[in-house]
T-cell receptor, first 115, second 112 residues
Framework: AQSVTQLDSHVSVSEGTPVLLRCNYS??????LFWYVQHPNKGLQLLLK??????LVKGINGFEAEFKKSETSFHLTKPSAHMSDAAEYFC?????????????FGSGTRLLVRP | EAQVTQNPRYLITVTGKKLTVTCSQN?????MSWYRQDPGLGLRQIYY???????DKGDVPEGYKVSRKEKRNFPLILESPSPNQTSLYFC???????????FGNGTRLTVT
């Protein structure tokens, strides 16, 4: 069985400070892991994807995530927040279950960036 | 421009009145999928399609139908909408189920 937990429903940071959005997953097999971002009134956009290559994954807009198997975590980070980063972020785990590929979405973390 | 187009963006309807939300993609993707987004629940898959004429249920298919007669189109049909189907709906496509999804901008449906 697969599941994903985003540990914070809301995160607030000041512009220019680091961002940390936390995600823990559970999977019976080697999962694929994704982070998507959703800006207001828009669809989701892929930030980055992990598929068992390098454990540190670099994405768009300066975001990166580190896959830690021992901690079953895939936290999203950015060294310096920008106002345009304010959005909702979804951690997603993907894998084959019962001969179909399933994506399980976390409940989302809303990032607020203060000026 | 590569995109997934959903229509309409907003829809208000009454209980029991059949409606269709259209979805079209111009990327020649094999895989298409419908999700609903509700506060605190993330996105849940309604139906998906691996290719033309091949569709299957997702996690919350009750009350919905889909069809895939052409590769580019994947409409979502609510035969008899009910208030618990009030939600934000997203269509998505990708070259395969494991590929990154490309999402439409969403359809906000209200059923009164």
């Amino acid at each position: 069985a697969q599941s994903v937990t985003q540990l914070d429903s809301h995160v607030s940071v000041s512009e220019g400070t680091p961002v940390l959005l936390r995600c823990n997953y559970s999977s019976s097999y080697s999962p694929s892991l994704f982070w998507y971002v959703q800006h207001p009134n828009k669809g989701l956009q892929l930030l980055l994807k992990y598929t068992s290559a390098a454990t540190l994954v670099k994405g768009i807009n300066g975001f990166e995530a580190e896959f830690k198997k021992s901690e079953t975590s895939f936290h999203l980070t950015k060294p310096s927040a920008h106002m345009s980063d304010a959005a909702e972020y979804f951690c997603v785990v993907g894998g084959w279950m019962d001969s179909s590929y399933k994506l399980i979405f976390g409940s989302g973390t809303r990032l607020l960036v203060r000026p | 421009e590569a995109q997934v187009t959903q229509n309409p963006r907003y829809l208000i309807t009454v209980t029991g009145k059949k409606l269709t939300v259209t979805c079209s993609q111009n990327m020649n993707h094999e895989y298409m999928s419908w999700y609903r987004q509700d506060p605190g629940l993330g996105l849940r898959q309604i139906y998906y399609s691996m290719n033309v004429e091949v569709t299957d249920k997702g996690d919350v298919p009750e009350g919905y139908k889909v069809s895939r007669k052409e590769k580019r189109n994947f409409p979502l049909i609510l035969e008899s909408p009910s208030p618990n189907q009030t939600s934000l709906y997203f269509c998505a496509s990708s070259q395969s189920p494991v590929g990154p999804l490309h999402f439409g901008n969403g359809t906000r449906l209200t059923v009164t």
